[in-house]
């Protein structure tokens, strides 16, 4: 089959779309309000960009409530999402007000950031604390501001909890990342394999 995204003419039940993009990782984010207010929320269209300096980027479809405390205060948390935690990242990503604490809501301990003032998840197996770096608004090719906005941010900081790592390695096979399909669906990492970089 073959559909142009512009009508959308698919013909299927759903969207396939972010189906064919996964597994995409989960940006677990958590920002401070100048309010003093936590927010916390999942974001699937999330990823690294780089490591000289250490980059993330996450999108999000509108200035939510994340994206306007980190265009305000400069600062983001990312969580790592894990299968011991699913069920309260899901929570997370209710659509509550600006005044509300998901960290409370989710029923989540917070734990201090060392180099920002926004508070981690504390029973994650790892946090990247970052730093403003770009806010970008692309533009379609018919020359028009999306409503998509990337987020960029410069890792400052990483936790990991001492039981993650095994032989000198965050061992992803104790954390068990969650990530995200298409549709309503999710996926845990239970088993990993490697294959060396081949040489020319």
Request: aromatic fraction near 8%.
């Given at each position: 089959?073959?559909?142009?995204?512009?009508?959308?003419?698919?013909?299927?039940?759903?969207?396939?779309?972010?189906?064919?993009?996964?597994?995409?990782?989960?940006?677990?984010?958590?920002?401070?309000?100048?309010d003093?207010?936590?927010?916390?929320?999942?974001?699937?269209?999330?990823n690294?960009?780089?490591?000289?300096?250490?980059?993330?980027?996450?999108?999000?479809?509108?200035?939510?409530?994340?994206?306007?405390?980190?265009?305000?205060?400069?600062?983001?948390?990312?969580?790592f999402?894990?299968?011991?935690?699913?069920?309260?990242?899901?929570?997370?990503?209710?659509?509550?007000?600006?005044?509300?604490?998901?960290?409370?809501?989710?029923?989540?301990?917070?734990?201090?950031?060392?180099?920002?003032?926004?508070?981690?998840?504390?029973?994650?197996?790892?946090?990247?604390?970052?730093?403003?770096?770009?806010?970008?608004?692309?533009?379609?090719?018919?020359?028009?501001?999306?409503?998509?906005?990337?987020?960029?941010?410069?890792?400052?900081?990483?936790?990991?909890?001492?039981?993650?790592?095994?032989?000198?390695?965050?061992?992803?096979?104790?954390?068990?990342?969650?990530?995200?399909?298409?549709?309503?669906?999710?996926?845990?990492?239970?088993?990993?394999?490697?294959?060396?970089?081949?040489?020319?």
């Open positions: 089959m073959f559909y142009e995204t512009d009508g959308n003419q698919h013909n299927l039940a759903h969207d396939p779309f972010k189906a064919i993009i996964s597994p995409r990782p989960i940006g677990w984010i958590s920002t401070l309000s100048n003093g207010v936590a927010n916390l929320a999942p974001y699937s269209f999330f690294a960009i780089g490591e000289r300096p250490k980059m993330v980027v996450f999108g999000s479809v509108g200035i939510k409530d994340n994206a306007k405390n980190i265009q305000d205060t400069g600062e983001f948390i990312c969580n999402a894990s299968d011991n935690l699913k069920e309260q990242m899901n929570l997370s990503a209710a659509d509550c007000p600006p005044d509300v604490d998901e960290f409370e809501y989710a029923s989540l301990s917070k734990a201090p950031g060392k180099l920002v003032k926004c508070p981690r998840v504390a029973g994650a197996y790892a946090a990247l604390e970052c730093k403003l770096v770009d806010v970008i608004n692309p533009l379609d090719i018919d020359g028009n501001r999306s409503e998509n906005h990337m987020i960029i941010g410069q890792v400052v900081g990483i936790h990991i909890v001492e039981e993650a790592i095994r032989d000198g390695r965050f061992d992803v096979t104790i954390a068990k990342p969650v990530s995200r399909l298409g549709y309503m669906d999710f996926a845990t990492v239970d088993e990993i394999y490697a294959m060396q970089l081949p040489k020319y």
